[in-house]
């Protein structure tokens, strides 16, 4: 048995464990669930308007998730088999950007492109899409490819590679191989991807209300009902909004445990021809639609709005006092919430990977929750249960972001911290190093990539949330919720044009740290 | 069909060069091992021939046929994987069929097949399980089963005994040889073991670096490697440098040494000697002496590491002279059993010539 920290004995960890664990229940996890108190009170109805802009979600979500599969396990493969593929690292970057660009901002981005854009380029008055369930499914799909494509990509390199050059040894063509080999090994890959990505286009706030027009989602009537204050059909919605994302958790892990692929048939003759004859047509169709429907969508206002980057404009912005508290508002709330969570996530993750009180897989799944809860409804609870409290506006908003943005620091550093083989630990300890000694020598320098990968994932959530952040905040708003904001108002001037490239150049700069750092490590 | 010719085979990996001019042909029923120690290049070799990569040069022939170009699938070759490779998420009933099922055949016949080969290697009652249920042994027969149901007759094994321990490895062993011959297999097989080689090959292959180093039948690859790095790698050998007198003598340490092959070099000469050739024996020739510095009881034999002014010569007998540490012994070297390779010709780094 091997005893990593030297768990035998209560020391100091276990008490900073603990105490970690105290706050992350009752200010990380319960704020986000309170709305579920919701669920047992007599005024739980679900009116007809809810119930429409429910089917509605549910349908956009479905739709989204099935061209995100069809197109993004192409591009998974290709990016998990061709290591050696020029400009693959451009690929790979471009490829996450709608993960870290705010998705206001993402918003704001797909609308300029799919109306203005595309309608000017085609000669129409009124643009090529106008708001509506259209561009609310091309932004959806925009902003929730990077998970689909990640999530099979990382599936697809976990299989070992002989046994699919085993299957060809055999006699099987690609195009067999991968039916009958490759996808039963990353289905559940697949699975979890498509829950992502469906969850997150079933609770995406900021940016669908930015696109919709007068079409309701469920997280938008959500903002609308609060707007209203009719908070019972705001609470009413979130809980079953939370009650779908749970079930679909739950689907996720017995889905992907006992859903086979049909691989008993082969059609030889007629698979051969299909791995050679449209691989070329093929390879060339999901790119033209990954350049068209993804990347230029997203850096469409990047690239057509570059006129607004020149000294007058920077200094009209430096004097716009309103965008420029904003963004400082949304860099300190997120240097805030960065710093706090990585002081929690540690003691967590030790706790997390070490299944210290037994409470690991539960402290796991908590976290696992958070991400799935609807942000709108996520807002609505946060402001719901912290209201009962009279706590200044700014710190709200810091706690509320503290409860979104945790499980996204915790995750990666409790997947490190998983990873450490426990016999480094256990060897540090026989040459003579107490636990704190082994964690800054042995343990910290292993899981700095998964702490770097944190914190740049929580520092960029924050700076980029709209949704929940714009339930919780009255007077201080952060950047997307002031863009959302003026946006609806018609109120985007050249200062919030060029607020949003500032804000596109940020991320872009972090998920290049962020990858750089993953070559290297790649490279170790 | 099978005969196999590989003709100037050269693959690098990034600025790695990790086949260099790779040629040999391997003959219709001729079961071929390729030695070498690990990283030398032996499975990039046997995936090359296998179309599992990409040459940068060279040609493949199967049978005359130049099948470089071919893809994987259309070589009709059975690959033994070094782990076996076994679909973890199939049956090994479906795992033994799975050649069949990839080319169409309908069930029944594919039931048959399975039904066949489960029953060659003894694992009939375990058609129903996954691979994970099976011990090291038995998973070693599934995928033998799996490669047997291709019906090929040209079989590349990847280090196929490597895993298990050594008693299943010696069974299984013998039984392969049985096999390739009762099914006229033509097999080229890969492994680091300079034993399992000696057993089973008509002919081996010792690849050092990248580079064919020697290529010869079994008993020659032992008794007259071509190369030093062959007396050494295959089996093992002490090496003395020494100076050749004439054509069946050479000076070692001022000491004169006959040797019954024709030497055929000048100057300094690389001397090579098996340790269960040399003889506790004094000749009037041939003859060293040295002080027991350790004595290893092995079973079989008892090793021996003999001080011979201060480097050690190693001595392997099966006669068990009771001798201990401390001992002053005499060394015979027969004429016989002495080697000579050109000294430019070293073994390796790590060899201690003395």
């Known amino acids: 048995m091997v005893s990593g920290l030297g768990l035998k004995r209560w020391g100091k960890t276990q008490i900073i464990c603990l105490i970690a664990l105290l706050f992350f229940i009752f200010v990380i996890f319960l704020p986000p669930v309170y709305v579920l108190s919701y669920a047992f009170k007599s005024s739980f109805v679900l009116n007809e308007s809810s119930k429409i802009a429910l089917f509605n979600s549910l349908l956009i979500g479905g739709v989204v998730t099935i061209f995100d599969l069809l197109l993004g396990l192409p591009v998974a493969w290709v990016l998990a088999k061709r290591k050696h593929m020029h400009f693959r690292f451009l690929i790979d970057t471009l490829i996450d950007m709608p993960l870290v660009v705010p998705t206001s901002i993402l918003g704001l981005s797909v609308f300029y492109f799919w109306n203005d854009g ?21 932004l959806h799909f925009v902003f929730t490819f990077p998970y689909v494509v990640r999530s099979i990509e990382a ?39 498509a829950i992502l990505a469906y969850t997150r286009s079933l609770s995406e706030t900021g940016a669908t209300m ?10 938008t009537i959500v903002v609308d009902y609060k707007t209203a204050g009719d908070i019972h059909s705001a609470a009413a ?44 047509a093929r390879d060339i169709l999901v790119s033209l639609l990954v350049f068209l429907v993804i990347l230029l969508p997203t850096f469409y206002i990047v690239l057509s709005r570059l006129d607004v980057v020149k000294p007058e404009t920077i200094l009209a912005l430096a004097g716009d006092s309103m965008i420029l508290e904003s963004i400082f508002v949304s860099f300190v709330v997120g240097l805030i919430v960065t710093a706090v969570n990585l002081m929690l996530a540690i003691p967590l993750g030790i706790l997390i990977s070490k299944n210290m009180f037994k409470l690991g897989n539960l402290v796991d799944t908590m976290g696992d929750v958070i991400l799935l809860v609807p942000t709108s409804a996520l807002g609505l609870s946060l402001s719901l249960f912290w209201k009962n ?18 499980p996204l620091m915790v995750k990666p550093i409790a997947a490190s911290l998983t990873g450490v083989d426990p016999h480094l630990e256990d060897a540090a300890r026989t040459l003579g190093a107490n636990s704190r000694k082994v964690f800054r020598t042995i343990v910290y320098p292993l899981i700095k990539p998964g702490i770097l990968a944190g914190l740049i994932m929580t520092f960029m959530r924050s700076l980029s949330e709209t949704g929940a952040t714009m339930s919780v905040s009255g007077k201080i708003k952060t950047i997307p919720v002031l863009l959302v904001e003026l946006f609806n108002k018609g109120g985007m001037d050249d200062n919030a044009v060029l607020a949003c490239i500032t804000l596109f150049a940020v991320s872009f700069a972090f998920i290049l740290a962020l990858k750089k750092q993953e070559v290297n490590n790649a490279q170790h | 069909m099978p005969n196999i010719e590989v003709r100037g085979l050269c693959k690098s990996f990034g600025s790695h060069r990790v086949l260099k001019d790779v040629s040999f042909t391997v003959k219709n029923r001729e079961y071929v091992v390729v ?20 040459v940068d040069s060279g040609s493949v022939f199967f049978d005359g046929v130049d099948y470089t170009d071919k893809r994987p699938e259309e070589r009709n070759l059975g690959f033994f994987f070094q782990h076996y490779a076994l679909f973890s998420h199939m049956t090994v009933r479906e795992n033994v069929g799975y050649s069949l099922t990839a080319r169409g055949l309908d069930k029944r016949e594919i039931d048959k097949i ?227 390779y050109p000294l430019s010709q070293m073994p390796g780094d790590e060899v201690t010539v003395i």
């Open chain 1, 237 to 280: 919605i979130s809980v079953v909004l939370i009650g779908i994302a749970v079930i679909l958790l739950v689907l996720t892990k017995l889905l992907s445990a006992s859903f086979r692929v049909p691989m008993s048939t082969v059609w030889p003759s007629e698979e051969r021809m299909l791995s050679r004859k449209y691989v070329k």
């Open chain 2, 114 to 340: 399975v039904d066949e080969n489960l029953s060659i290697v003894g694992l009939s009652s375990w058609s129903g399980n996954y691979p994970r249920e099976l011990s090291g042994g038995m998973q070693q027969r599934a995928a033998l089963a799996r490669v047997l149901a291709t019906k090929s007759k040209l079989l590349l094994l990847d280090e196929p005994l490597n895993a298990l321990d050594s008693k299943i490895a010696s069974i299984l062993r013998s039984e392969l040889k049985t096999l390739s011959k009762k099914f006229g297999w033509t097999v080229i097989h890969v492994t680091p073991n300079q034993e399992e080689a000696l057993e089973l090959a008509d002919r081996i292959i010792l690849i050092k670096d990248g580079v064919v180093e020697q290529v010869q039948s079994d008993v020659d690859s032992y008794l007259k490697p071509k190369t030093s790095y062959g007396a050494y790698f295959i089996g093992e050998s002490n090496f003395l440098k020494a100076a050749v007198v004439d054509a069946h003598s050479v000076k070692y340490n001022g000491l004169m040494f006959s040797v019954s092959r024709d030497i055929g070099l000048e100057g300094d000469v690389l001397l090579a000697a098996r340790p269960e050739k040399i003889l506790f024996e004094r000749h009037e020739r041939n003859t060293l002496e040295g002080v027991i510095e350790a004595v290893h009881f092995l079973g079989k034999t008892t090793r021996y590491d003999i001080n011979y002014k201060g480097k050690l010569v190693y001595v392997e007998t099966s006669k068990h002279p009771k001798l201990k540490v401390g001992d002053s012994v005499e060394l015979y070297f027969p004429p016989d059993d002495i080697m000579v």
């Open chain 1, 118 to 138: 595309m309608g000017s380029l085609l000669g129409l008055e009124g643009g090529l899409i106008s708001k509506g369930p259209l561009l609310i499914t091309l």
């Open chain 1, 155 to 193: 599936a697809i390199l976990q299989i070992d590679a002989t046994h699919e050059q085993a299957a060809t040894m055999l006699g099987a063509s690609p195009l067999t191989v991968f039916r009958t080999i490759s996808l039963p090994l990353f289905k559940a890959g697949l699975i979890s991807g």
């Open chain 1, 389 to 406: 409290f009279s706590l200044n506006e700014f710190l709200v908003l810091v706690l509320a972001h503290l409860s979104f943005t945790f």
């Open chain 1, 210 to 219: 930015m696109v919709s027009g007068f079409y309701s989602t469920a997280p």
């Open chain 2, 35 to 54: 030695l070498g120690s690990s990283g030398c290049g032996k499975t990039t070799l046997l995936k090359c021939i296998a179309g599992l990569y990409d």
